[in-house]
């Protein structure tokens, strides 16, 4: 039921951005009796997690499948707050088939444990022991997110948080703080076995946007974990716009207010306190500024930045620039006739072409394939979306920025015909993004995706905070703890809302 106090008036929060961060941070004070006004500059609510349709298709911008589902799971217990229904969905299992250079059998991520400590036995003999290292630093790691710390702590209460939340299993995690994947790999006497660092690399790159030798271990323990039961990675029915429509609509039944298509220009700040924003209709071009009572960005830290302006710390502004470059993406969306999927084909695969050249820039695609019946595609026909990390910088400074489109879609479409059966009379729809893509449609700084990457220098403890350094103005999203994916950016709201809900009561 909503906090608010009878005869207490509402605190009014403006939110910038409905990605699914901003969405659920505005869902949830809405549910507890805040005055919520949600602004996007797009069309469409959801971010990187929304949908758009072409002659029949069903195509999801960039997330494809969700994590959090299962009781006790983040979207399972914020829709529980809500008193909304879970949106039907179905467990990938595999959750990722994984194909190496060269190989034409697939690494098999299941999501029976059993199942899965199987096929790493028999696809990484001699690996067992890294293996059971990351299972424990998960098994503490997931017991200790779900108790809600908040991390990076800023204050007392933040830092009451997480002791609260600390338990004795919590302390085997301390020792490997400052390890990564890399450094683990060669505590265990793995640091040679190359086939098991690039299927790691491969998948550490969609969660942490690094490879496994920058990764923080304790990260990558979590997101190497939690596809396995009774966790799991969830296929949404129809698309996963139904998650932002969902906290849409419990968002408005609240009383809260969401405007599409309005960008914010500013964040106003006077004498180090956040009172409200600069905002622009993207259709009529009027500008006017609203007043709040606390600030929610669900930007990148990049864009916090640029929102500020001359208000941004000098201290906040140089940890920024000294980031290092995050990741863009190339996606193609293809809309295809059934005949070109093979027979039992999994929901996610992961391809690398070359053990010699880097992962990304098409060096490997990440792909989801829809179902029959999964509200993606008409009967007979299904879509198939393949992803690859690129640099931003050369999408922006190309002369021939159709020339590099064309020749990234021409290279996609032959990789992925080694797998599927792709023929002018089998593609039925095309369709590419790119960096500017994402820049248009998400307003993300140089279209960047994923948040910052986990490194030890970002990660948990040494991340940035919701909390920021102007006071009522917090940070949401995949800059923040835990990083990227709908669950991450979900705990992150979550968090933000248990700290602004704790400025009105102190």
Known sequence: MPNQRIGEQKARVIVIGAGIGGLTTGALLARRGYDVLMLDAAIVPGGCASTFKRKGFTFDVGATQVAGLEPGGIHHRIFTELGIDLPPATPCDPACAVYLPGESTPINVWRDPQKWQQERQRQFPGSETFWKLLANLFKASWKFQGRDPVLPPRNLWDLLQITQAVRPSTFITIPYTLFTVGDALRFCGLANDHRLRTFLDLQLKLYSQVNAEETALLYAATALGVSQEPQGLYHLQGSMQVLSDRLVATLERDG???????????????????????????????????TADHVVANVTV?????????????????????????????????????????PDCPPHLQFMYDAHKPIGENNSLFVSVSHPGDGRAPEGKATIIASSFVDTEPWWETEDYQGLKYQYTEDAISRLAQFFHLQPETIIYQE???????????????????????RLSTFGPFGFANRTPIKDLWLVGDSTHPGEGTAGVSYSALTVVRQIENTRTT
């Not at 298509?261 to 009027?286: C, F, L, M, P, Y």
């Not at 208000?311 to 502004?317: I, L, R, S, T």
Request: zero cysteines.
């Open 432 to 454: 590419a993004a790119t960096p500017l893509t994402f820049a248009r449609f998400t307003a993300r700084n140089k279209g960047i995706v994923g948040g910052i990457g986990q």
């Open 302 to 342: 990049q864009d916090l930045v640029k929102l500020l302006g001359d208000q941004v710390p000098h201290g906040y502004q140089r940890r920024v620039k000294k980031l290092p470059p995050a990741s863009g993406a190339f996606v193609i969306y293809l809309g295809v006739d059934a005949s070109a999927i093979p």
């Open 256 to 290: 809260g207010k969401l405007l599409m298509g309005h960008s914010v220009e500013s964040i106003k700040v006077d004498r180090g306190q956040a009172t409200g924003v600069v905002i622009r209709n993207q259709k009529t071009g009027e500008v006017w500024t609203e």
